[in-house]
């Protein structure tokens, strides 16, 4: 079994920062893709920026610019630096993690419980 631990969810001014943690435990042979979500209420949950076991990475267009993801292999651990936030970008979110319990298996997906982010003066 997998599980996912994000932390560094808070209450932060407009134009404030942030970053986001979460970190994967249990007998995992390799975690391919990494990515945070995000969802507020009443609205879809929607991707917010990925990343790749090589460092590739992918954005939404709504944080590109503002938002920083990484990752560290050797610890399981993914990042999200958010800078320059806004009200609208208050929300729960979510990080992903895509894995194989073994060489060759199936890739399987697996969520965090979610960290609220709230961005108010």
């Known amino acids: 079994q997998v599980q996912l631990v994000e932390s560094g969810g808070g209450l932060v001014q407009p134009g404030g920062s942030l970053t986001l943690s979460c970190a994967a435990s249990?007998?995992?042979?390799?975690?391919?893709?990494m990515g945070w979500y995000r969802q507020a209420p009443g609205k879809q949950r929607d991707l917010v920026a990925a990343?790749?076991?090589?460092?590739?990475?992918n954005y939404a267009d709504f944080v590109k610019g503002r938002f920083t993801i990484s990752r560290d292999n050797a610890k399981n651990t993914v990042y999200l630096q958010m800078n320059s936030l806004k009200p609208e970008d208050t929300a729960v979110y979510y990080c992903?993690?895509?894995?194989?319990?073994?060489?060759?298996?199936?890739?399987?997906?697996?969520w965090g419980p979610g960290t609220q982010v709230t961005v108010s003066s």
């Open positions: 992903n993690a895509r894995y194989r319990l073994r060489p060759g298996g199936f890739e399987l997906s697996t």
């Open positions: 249990g007998s995992i042979f390799s975690i391919n893709a």
């Open positions: 990343i790749t076991r090589d460092g590739s990475t």
